[in-house]
Protein backbone atom coordinates (compact mmCIF):
# COMPACT_ATOMS: atom_id res chain seq x y z
CA UNK A 1 0.00 0.00 0.00
CA UNK A 2 1.53 3.50 -0.84
CA UNK A 3 0.70 6.65 -2.28
CA UNK A 4 0.14 5.49 -5.43
CA UNK A 5 -3.07 3.57 -4.77
CA UNK A 6 -4.89 6.87 -3.81
CA UNK A 7 -6.28 9.52 -5.59
CA UNK A 8 -7.73 13.27 -4.18
CA UNK A 9 -10.64 14.01 -6.18
CA UNK A 10 -10.28 18.47 -5.56
CA UNK A 11 -12.61 21.09 -6.46
CA UNK A 12 -11.61 24.86 -5.94
CA UNK A 13 -8.53 23.34 -4.06
CA UNK A 14 -5.11 24.63 -5.37
CA UNK A 15 -2.14 21.82 -4.51
CA UNK A 16 -3.44 19.84 -2.34
CA UNK A 17 -2.19 16.37 -2.65
CA UNK A 18 -1.14 13.12 -0.33
CA UNK A 19 1.62 13.73 1.70
CA UNK A 20 2.24 10.22 3.51
CA UNK A 21 0.93 6.68 3.90
CA UNK A 22 1.29 4.83 6.92
CA UNK A 23 -0.18 1.40 8.28
CA UNK A 24 0.31 -2.31 8.50
CA UNK A 25 -1.93 -5.48 7.98
CA UNK A 26 -5.67 -4.24 7.54
CA UNK A 27 -5.27 -0.37 9.01
CA UNK A 28 -3.24 2.55 6.79
CA UNK A 29 -4.01 5.92 7.66
CA UNK A 30 -3.41 8.34 4.61
CA UNK A 31 -2.30 12.17 4.95
CA UNK A 32 -3.38 14.74 2.68
CA UNK A 33 -2.51 18.37 2.26
CA UNK A 34 -5.01 20.50 1.27
CA UNK A 35 -3.17 23.32 -0.33
CA UNK A 36 -5.13 26.58 -0.69
CA UNK A 37 -8.50 27.83 -1.50
CA UNK A 38 -11.77 26.73 -0.66
CA UNK A 39 -13.31 24.03 -2.03
CA UNK A 40 -14.19 20.17 -1.38
CA UNK A 41 -11.86 17.25 -0.74
CA UNK A 42 -12.04 12.97 -1.63
CA UNK A 43 -9.90 10.48 -1.30
CA UNK A 44 -10.35 7.59 -3.67
CA UNK A 45 -8.74 4.39 -4.04
CA UNK A 46 -8.00 3.30 -7.48
CA UNK A 47 -7.40 -0.81 -7.70
CA UNK A 48 -4.37 -1.19 -10.00
CA UNK A 49 -4.13 -5.11 -8.51
CA UNK A 50 -0.91 -4.07 -6.12
CA UNK A 51 -3.18 -4.13 -3.06
CA UNK A 52 -3.26 -8.08 -1.48
CA UNK A 53 -3.89 -10.07 1.24
CA UNK A 54 -1.31 -12.46 2.95
CA UNK A 55 -2.08 -15.05 0.45
CA UNK A 56 -1.80 -12.72 -2.51
CA UNK A 57 -5.87 -12.38 -3.03
CA UNK A 58 -5.60 -9.09 -4.76
CA UNK A 59 -7.82 -6.63 -3.62
CA UNK A 60 -11.79 -7.07 -5.40
CA UNK A 61 -9.89 -10.21 -6.60
CA UNK A 62 -7.75 -10.50 -9.92
CA UNK A 63 -8.43 -7.66 -12.36
CA UNK A 64 -7.91 -3.92 -12.59
CA UNK A 65 -10.40 -1.17 -10.89
CA UNK A 66 -12.68 -4.18 -9.43
CA UNK A 67 -11.81 -3.13 -5.59
CA UNK A 68 -12.00 0.82 -6.48
CA UNK A 69 -13.63 2.74 -3.76
CA UNK A 70 -15.07 6.41 -4.41
CA UNK A 71 -17.80 6.91 -2.06
CA UNK A 72 -16.03 8.31 0.32
CA UNK A 73 -16.54 11.60 2.88
CA UNK A 74 -16.35 14.79 0.88
CA UNK A 75 -14.75 17.30 2.94
CA UNK A 76 -15.81 21.05 2.54
CA UNK A 77 -12.56 23.32 3.44
CA UNK A 78 -13.59 27.43 4.02
CA UNK A 79 -10.52 29.69 4.78
CA UNK A 80 -12.30 32.74 3.19
CA UNK A 81 -14.31 35.07 5.84
CA UNK A 82 -17.85 36.25 4.91
CA UNK A 83 -18.26 39.45 3.66
CA UNK A 84 -20.82 42.78 4.33
CA UNK A 85 -21.49 44.73 1.85
CA UNK A 86 -24.47 46.75 0.18
CA UNK A 87 -25.84 48.74 3.31
CA UNK A 88 -29.25 50.45 2.46
CA UNK A 89 -29.81 52.70 5.09
CA UNK A 90 -32.18 55.65 3.77
CA UNK A 91 -31.24 59.28 5.38
CA UNK A 92 -33.50 60.55 8.03
CA UNK A 93 -36.14 64.16 7.09
CA UNK A 94 -39.03 63.45 8.40
CA UNK A 95 -39.18 64.05 12.45
CA UNK A 96 -41.28 62.24 14.96
CA UNK A 97 -40.02 58.73 13.81
CA UNK A 98 -39.28 56.33 16.98
CA UNK A 99 -36.58 54.19 15.01
CA UNK A 100 -34.94 53.83 11.53
CA UNK A 101 -34.53 50.15 9.68
CA UNK A 102 -31.51 49.24 7.33
CA UNK A 103 -30.27 46.22 5.82
CA UNK A 104 -26.76 44.64 5.02
CA UNK A 105 -26.33 41.87 2.80
CA UNK A 106 -23.66 38.86 3.94
CA UNK A 107 -21.99 36.77 1.60
CA UNK A 108 -19.90 33.85 1.60
CA UNK A 109 -18.14 31.07 -0.53
CA UNK A 110 -20.00 28.45 0.94
CA UNK A 111 -22.63 30.33 3.07
CA UNK A 112 -23.67 32.46 6.01
CA UNK A 113 -24.64 30.71 9.09
CA UNK A 114 -27.93 32.71 9.62
CA UNK A 115 -27.49 31.09 13.53
CA UNK A 116 -24.88 33.63 13.99
CA UNK A 117 -26.99 36.69 12.87
CA UNK A 118 -28.09 38.95 15.98
CA UNK A 119 -28.63 41.77 18.45
CA UNK A 120 -24.78 42.34 18.63
CA UNK A 121 -23.71 42.21 14.56
CA UNK A 122 -24.22 46.10 13.97
CA UNK A 123 -23.11 49.08 16.56
CA UNK A 124 -24.69 52.64 14.80
CA UNK A 125 -22.36 55.78 16.29
CA UNK A 126 -23.73 59.11 15.72
CA UNK A 127 -23.64 62.25 16.95
CA UNK A 128 -23.66 63.56 21.01
CA UNK A 129 -22.39 60.69 21.87
CA UNK A 130 -24.79 58.16 20.43
CA UNK A 131 -23.92 54.35 20.23
CA UNK A 132 -26.58 51.33 19.41
CA UNK A 133 -26.44 48.18 19.19
CA UNK A 134 -28.83 47.06 16.29
CA UNK A 135 -31.85 44.46 16.69
CA UNK A 136 -32.01 42.14 14.21
CA UNK A 137 -35.79 42.62 12.46
CA UNK A 138 -34.94 39.08 10.27
CA UNK A 139 -33.11 37.49 7.06
CA UNK A 140 -34.40 36.87 3.79
CA UNK A 141 -33.92 34.18 2.80
CA UNK A 142 -34.35 32.57 6.32
CA UNK A 143 -31.76 29.26 5.23
CA UNK A 144 -28.12 29.18 5.61
CA UNK A 145 -26.66 30.25 1.91
CA UNK A 146 -25.27 33.22 0.43
CA UNK A 147 -26.34 35.71 -0.50
CA UNK A 148 -28.23 37.28 2.37
CA UNK A 149 -30.11 39.89 3.61
CA UNK A 150 -30.28 41.14 7.00
CA UNK A 151 -33.04 43.54 8.11
CA UNK A 152 -31.79 45.71 11.40
CA UNK A 153 -33.26 48.50 13.89
CA UNK A 154 -32.27 51.14 16.21
CA UNK A 155 -33.98 53.41 18.14
CA UNK A 156 -34.46 57.09 17.77
CA UNK A 157 -32.32 58.96 20.34
CA UNK A 158 -34.42 60.59 23.36
CA UNK A 159 -36.92 58.18 21.75
CA UNK A 160 -38.07 59.97 18.60
CA UNK A 161 -36.08 61.82 15.66
CA UNK A 162 -35.90 65.94 16.24
CA UNK A 163 -33.88 68.57 15.23
CA UNK A 164 -31.22 67.67 18.79
CA UNK A 165 -30.11 64.14 16.52
CA UNK A 166 -28.91 66.23 13.34
CA UNK A 167 -25.48 64.83 11.98
CA UNK A 168 -24.00 61.77 10.04
CA UNK A 169 -24.12 58.09 11.89
CA UNK A 170 -22.09 55.54 11.05
CA UNK A 171 -23.39 51.91 10.57
CA UNK A 172 -20.63 49.39 11.93
CA UNK A 173 -19.85 45.77 11.59
CA UNK A 174 -18.67 44.43 14.72
CA UNK A 175 -15.70 41.90 15.26
CA UNK A 176 -16.91 38.07 15.52
CA UNK A 177 -20.73 38.14 15.11
CA UNK A 178 -21.74 37.28 11.63
CA UNK A 179 -20.58 33.91 10.82
CA UNK A 180 -20.38 31.15 7.83
CA UNK A 181 -21.15 27.89 8.06
CA UNK A 182 -17.72 26.74 8.94
CA UNK A 183 -17.22 29.46 11.72
CA UNK A 184 -15.48 31.81 9.97
CA UNK A 185 -15.96 35.33 10.97
CA UNK A 186 -16.22 38.59 8.98
CA UNK A 187 -13.89 41.10 10.20
CA UNK A 188 -14.90 44.46 11.76
CA UNK A 189 -15.21 47.87 9.45
CA UNK A 190 -17.40 50.48 8.95
CA UNK A 191 -20.19 49.27 6.37
CA UNK A 192 -21.48 53.23 5.24
CA UNK A 193 -23.41 56.11 6.77
CA UNK A 194 -26.64 57.75 6.61
CA UNK A 195 -27.56 61.13 8.12
CA UNK A 196 -30.17 63.03 10.15
CA UNK A 197 -31.67 66.04 9.72
CA UNK A 198 -35.12 66.82 10.51
CA UNK A 199 -35.71 70.59 10.27
CA UNK A 200 -36.79 72.08 7.27
CA UNK A 201 -34.89 74.38 4.76
CA UNK A 202 -35.43 78.06 5.95
CA UNK A 203 -36.93 80.33 3.11
CA UNK A 204 -35.82 83.71 3.46
CA UNK A 205 -37.44 86.51 1.30
CA UNK A 206 -35.28 89.27 0.53
Given at each position: VDASDFALVASGLTGAGITNVLGSGASWSVTVGT??????????????????DAASHALGGKGLGN???????VYALDRTAPVAGSLVAANITTPGGTGHSFTVVFSDSLGIDIASLGAGDIRVLGPNGFSQLAALVGVSPATNGSPRTASYTIAAPGGAWDAADKGVYSVELQAGQVRDITGNAAAAGALGLFSVDTEPPIRRVY
Open positions: GTGDGTLRLDLHDDDSIAGDFSAGE
